[in-house]
């Protein structure tokens, strides 16, 4: 197991290595470097586009952003993870257009501009140290990086406040889902932009109104563990999408304007007016994910910490058999930690591959990693990534 290093300077000052690299790229020097973190969401999954509750906390992980603003509208992208590079006008940017990482960031401005904004063309060179296909929410951090320059360079004052930051997760998510053709909820943009050091965020889609709850596991000798299966999974596969529309049907099948509105308490009685078992099973896993977060909630804040391990349990075996989005890895890996000493475990993310995490005692993660190592053998999967992490902080300007 690798803990990770939550500082730039241990980190090999990520900011000064992405400035180099602009420099180099283009030629002069960045106006600055700014940086996102990718997210962790502790329970709440698939709940965010039902108008539902998620409880997400930012990863000491972040992608930087070096920026310089151009006199014309040409975009030129940069990455120091891939030989990709992208040269085009912000005039040509569109669904689909430009395609992979590209129109992630091309698509921050297209949507900057189109709530009226005035944009220009920019360089761009990004770090991202957010690990790819990992769950853990690289293209949001992506996009959050390029919007929070954006922002500072153009004077938007989106990163002001917490109003203003909803105002740009709401941007990035348009971006996302409309140029890079991802059909997400929110929730990671929102994560990114809006989460603060030592807490997880309580995000309430149906307002988009937020709650910081204090997330300090050291304090009770307490760790997260991300495991990461390498399994990577992509949510524009069309799996995403299905559940997003089978949630809908449900929704609209009940005469609802969204599965949040099924009360926690009558759900028996609305459940059984769903004709469809698939359809009935997806609802139920959405309207039991949101109350297992009010209750998670409840024990953090009542400092309960390890009773919260009975509910990742819980929204596991509701992701795995009701919302079946787990795969053979994410069961293994959520299996091997619970019996090997967890508290508790769930996959986390859109699913079909990527991560799961464990709430572990910190004197047994070094055992709950290499039990899911070795069962990873065992099974013949490619190895792991087991890492503890806290709860970072938000977009920000670096230097
Ligand atoms: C992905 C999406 C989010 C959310 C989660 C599942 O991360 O980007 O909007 O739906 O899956 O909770």
Redesign the pocket.
């Given at each position: 197991m690798t803990t990770l290093p939550t500082s730039p300077a241990a980190q090999g000052s990520p900011g000064s290595a992405v400035a180099r690299s602009f420099l180099e790229a283009f030629g002069s020097e960045p106006s600055g470097v700014w940086s996102a973190p990718g997210r962790v969401?502790l329970i709440?999954?698939?709940?965010?586009?039902n108008a539902g509750l998620?409880l997400p906390i930012a990863l000491p992980h972040r992608t930087y952003a070096a920026v310089r603003l151009r006199a014309d509208r040409l975009l030129r992208l940069r990455s120091m993870q891939s030989s990709q590079k992208y040269e085009l006008e912000l005039d040509d940017v569109r669904a689909g257009n430009p395609p992979g990482w590209g129109g992630y960031a091309a698509g921050v401005l297209w949507a900057l501009q189109g709530s009226g904004h005035q944009v220009s063309g920019l360089d761009l060179m990004l770090d991202g140290r957010v690990p790819l296909g990992a769950?853990l929410?690289s293209?949001?951090a992506l996009e959050c990086s390029v919007a929070a320059a954006v922002s500072d360079l153009l004077d938007l004052g989106l990163l002001r406040d917490d109003h203003a930051r909803a105002k740009l997760a709401a941007i990035c998510v348009n971006a996302?889902n409309t140029i890079a053709g991802?059909p997400?909820?929110?929730?990671?943009q929102s994560a990114a932009l809006r989460c603060q050091i030592g807490h997880a965020l309580l995000l309430d889609c149906r307002d988009d109104s937020t709650a910081q709850v204090p997330f300090d596991l050291s304090a009770h000798g307490l760790s997260l563990l991300i495991m990461d299966t390498r399994v990577e999974h992509a949510?524009d596969d069309g799996q995403?999408a299905q559940r997003?529309a089978s949630c809908e049907e449900a929704a609209r099948q009940l005469g609802l304007r969204s599965l949040r509105e099924v009360a926690f308490s009558d759900q028996d009685a609305a459940l059984d007016r769903l004709s469809d078992h698939r359809i009935r099973a997806r609802a139920r896993h959405v309207v039991t994910e949101i109350e297992r977060v009010r209750q998670t909630v409840a024990l953090l804040r009542e400092g309960h910490l390890p009773e919260v391990g009975s509910l990742f349990n819980a929204s596991h075996a509701s992701m795995r058999d009701d919302f079946e989005i787990s795969c053979a890895e994410l069961d293994v890996a959520v299996e091997t930690a619970t019996t090997h000493g967890a508290l508790g475990a769930r996959m986390?993310?859109?699913?079909f591959g990527g991560s799961a995490i464990a709430l572990v005692s910190t004197e047994d993660t070094q055992e709950v990693t290499s039990a899911v190592t070795h069962a990873f053998a065992d099974n013949g999967f490619g190895a792991p990534h087991c890492i503890a992490v806290t709860a970072g902080g938000p977009a920000r300007r670096e230097s």
């Open positions: 969401n709440g999954e698939h709940t965010d586009y998620c769950g929410s293209s949001a996302e991802a997400t909820g929110g929730m990671d949510l995403y997003r986390t993310g859109g699913g």
